[in-house]
Every structure is written in structure tokens, then in C-alpha cells.
């Protein structure tokens, strides 16, 4: 897969590795370690991705993975699903927006 987005200019293709809420540390900690080794290696990996049912998993277990892909100059992305429960989608959206660096406006 990398090899086909890198037959196009860096300003129109690039990878994002998702990670699912439901996933287990291992299979987290995997996830960042290789987009990180990529990364190092001049691959056009350019962030994580946050994504499935905030009911499912907490992002308190992602911190340290996500501070560490950070670390390494990887974006984020976070998708937020429409769920009944409000209140555990705000606490659980607080946790990663903790990693989210402010917007600068011009």
C-alpha cells in the first residue's frame, strides 16, 4: 500500500494508521510502534487515527501511545460517534482532545 500512495507527490497521498477503540493495548501499541518505525524510515506515514464506538474502550488505555506517536511528529485524527450517552462521549473526547494541539488562526 505504501508503495502505490508513494508514486504520488507527498502533497496528495499519504497513510494514516487507524487504531479502533476496541482494540486491545497490544494491538495498539503495535499499531503506533510500526507507523513510528515507518515514519523513521522516511515512509509516508503521517498520523493516527482514532476511530469506533467511544462506549467501547476507553481512551485513558491509548494515552501513552498517543503521546508517544506525538512524540514522534505524527498527526491525529479522532472520529466522534453519535451515541445516546452523551456524557461518557464527553468524558472519553476530553481524554483525547488532551492531545490535540490548539489551531493557530491568522
Not at 41 to 57: A, L, T
Amino acid at each position: 500500500m505504501l508503495d502505490e500512495i508513494e508514486t504520488y507527490p507527498a502533497t496528495q497521498a499519504a497513510l494514516i494508521v487507524s487504531v479502533d477503540r476496541r482494540m486491545s493495548d497490544v494491538d495498539v501499541a503495535e499499531c503506533v510502534s510500526l507507523a513510528i518505525e515507518m515514519k523513521n524510515r522516511s515512509r509516508r506515514i503521517v498520523g493516527i487515527d482514532v476511530c469506533g464506538d467511544p462506549r467501547k474502550g476507553g481512551m485513558q488505555s491509548f494515552t501513552q501511545h498517543l503521546s508517544r506517536a506525538k512524540g514522534a511528529g505524527l498527526g491525529l485524527t479522532v472520529r466522534i460517534t453519535e451515541v445516546c450517552d452523551v456524557h461518557s462521549v464527553v468524558c472519553d473526547s476530553m481524554t483525547t482532545f488532551r492531545f490535540v494541539a490548539p489551531r493557530e488562526y491568522n
